[in-house]
């Protein structure tokens, strides 16, 4: 592994919002020491406009983010995920492909900015705040003591990271 804790993969149904601006927010914020993924177990194809205007407008890299699916993660070669979270609740119902190396999962869902209504500005305003959620889990995540946690208690932390930041679940 060549980050300091890990890699760490966010999956949803169309890997085109949430879990992209997932991705995007954890490389970013971990400065290196974690590397983000996404992927959906019903993939668009495409990422969603909306998703790359606003990482642009948070000046976050979104070169190399696509819509792609999670048996890209699940098959020999790719790269072994050390965390898996899901980030909606369809994906987190379905059935996962079994992922090498055993990964800390949890379920960190919310609402789907891609089915916003409205107005240009009110379906940006969605995509904010689902922004804004990631980036409030995400850096809760990064505070963990990695090295000083045994397994079992690094799991329960990750699995509480919602309600430790007060955002709800969709």
């Not at 993924?37 to 890299?61: C, I, T, W």
């Not at 990964?103 to 107005?119: R, Y």
Request: hydrophobic fraction near 40%.
């Amino acid at each position: 592994m060549s980050n300091a804790y890990g890699n760490v993969l966010f999956l949803c149904t169309g890997n085109s919002a949430r879990s992209i601006l997932a991705e995007a927010l954890m490389t970013h914020l971990s400065k290196g020491v974690f590397r983000g993924y996404s992927a959906g177990s019903f993939p668009k194809g495409e990422v969603h406009p909306l998703s790359l205007d606003l990482l642009r407008q948070m000046n976050l890299p979104t070169e190399g983010l696509r819509s792609k699916s999670w048996d890209e993660f699940a098959a020999p070669g790719a790269p072994v995920m050390d965390y898996v979270f899901t980030v909606c609740d369809q994906a987190a119902g379905e059935v996962c492909p079994i992922w090498p190396g055993h990964p800390i999962t949890a379920h960190w869902g919310l609402p789907d900015p891609a089915a916003a209504t409205g107005s240009p500005a009110e379906r940006m305003l969605a995509f904010r705040e689902a922004f804004r959620v990631l980036e409030t889990r995400i850096n809760y995540f990064l505070t963990f003591r990695f090295k000083e946690l045994r397994r079992e208690d690094l799991e329960r932390k990750v699995r509480d990271v919602v309600r430790a930041t007060g955002e709800t679940q969709s």
